[in-house]
């Protein structure tokens, strides 16, 4: 029994690093809590995840879970919330928890309550207002299926003891059969996850195209060993593909150095980068709103100052 089921998010194969950080929030929320994990193949990863405090590691493996198609995925999560008589649903904020626990939501008849911040007494911390804002919401009712903002968590520490691994068997459901997976389609890149990369360099909408995005973005980047991030202009003008797209709408990240080239500083865009530890801007324009949030500022003209950066940058 757990009064905390924690969903655990995969990627081909392995633990997505930021979905961990899930259970930093399970461990503030206090009582037992147990980890759940859906797909095929998971005998390795399952035993990955025994050190960290869990009442147990629930493994729900079937061919039918192969891919994370919400129908699938939302049934058998209730039925380990109901065998693990939990009353509270976590996973860490993503693509795939949108995606999922919306329905898990509405199956276990719960609210839900996404991106939360931190707990204050019996109410949650988060952003409203493309994050300009923060609202305390207080939900009524035993129930509650909660994401929490990896970026406002730190990762789980590691203890010695081990839990117990379990098995869901999900022979005996009769999964939904109306979603078909057709195909996934992965870009292949040597550079870090932007979700998870120590260093970001994002650019803007005067990178015009994407050979110069890749030239000075890329450029930057990689003498940097960073992951590479973009606005919603950059992307929305075909420059590159939209899950480089950071923000309000894309993803938020939180990286130790951030270097945003020729962008404005739109509340959006801001909204994905403000918990970044140390945010460098290059802009022509000094007024530019990104300068407010910026730790280091340069004004000047990006592709004759990019150019220079790295070539210095190289010879470090
Ligand atoms: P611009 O605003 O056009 O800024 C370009 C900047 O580059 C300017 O400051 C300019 O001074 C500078 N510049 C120009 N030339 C040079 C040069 N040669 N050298 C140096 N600097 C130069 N945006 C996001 O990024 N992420 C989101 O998730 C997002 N979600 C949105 C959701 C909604 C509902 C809406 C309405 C908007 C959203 N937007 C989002 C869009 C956002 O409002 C801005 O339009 C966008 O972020 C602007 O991108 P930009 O900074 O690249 O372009």
């Known amino acids: ?4 089921l924690i969903l655990i998010e995969l990627d081909s194969g392995k633990v997505k690093r930021a979905s961990l950080n899930a ?3 399970a461990q503030q929320l206090g009582g037992d809590y147990a980890l759940l994990l859906l797909g095929t193949d998971l005998e390795e990863v399952t035993a990955s995840l025994t050190g960290y405090g869990a009442s147990a590691v629930i493994a729900a493996e079937d061919a039918a879970l192969a891919e994370p198609t919400a129908d699938r995925y939302a049934a058998v999560i209730v039925e380990a919330l109901k065998k693990a008589s939990a009353n509270t649903l976590l996973a860490s904020s993503s693509t795939f928890s949108k995606d999922i626990l919306p329905r898990t939501a509405a199956l276990f ?22 994050g300009s804002d923060l609202a305390l ?7 509650r299926v909660l994401t929490a903002r990896a970026t406002a968590f730190s990762a789980p520490s590691a203890v010695a003891e081990k839990s117990p691994i379990e098995k869901l068997d999900v022979t005996a459901l009769s999964l939904p059969n109306d979603t078909e997976f057709i195909s996934r389609e992965e870009r292949k890149s040597d550079r870090p996850d932007l979700g998870e990369a120590r260093v970001v360099v994002a650019g ?7 050979e110069t995005f890749e030239r000075l973005v890329g450029g930057l980047a990689d003498v940097l060993g960073g992951a590479i991030g973009a606005t919603r202009a950059a992307v929305d003008s075909g420059m590159v593909p939209n899950d480089y797209q950071i923000g309000q709408t894309g993803k938020i990240i939180a990286p130790e150095l951030y270097i945003g080239l020729g962008i404005s500083g739109a509340i959006q865009h ?3 980068i403000k918990d970044s530890r140390v945010i460098v801007a290059i802009n022509k324009d000094a007024d530019a709103p990104i300068f407010q949030m910026a730790t280091y500022g340069l004004v000047g003209d990006l592709h004759e100052l990019v150019p220079q950066l790295i070539e210095s940058l190289r010879e470090v």
């Open 270 to 272: 801001l909204a994905g």
């Open 23 to 25: 259970i930093t929030l």
């Open 1 to 4: 029994m757990a009064a905390t």
């Open 137 to 143: 919401v207080q939900l009524e009712g035993d129930r």
């Open 109 to 130: 008849d719960a609210p839900m309550l996404t991106d939360v911040l931190g707990i204050e007494g019996p109410a949650f911390r988060r952003p409203i207002n493309a």
């Open 204 to 210: 803007g909408r005067p990178l015009k195209d994407t």
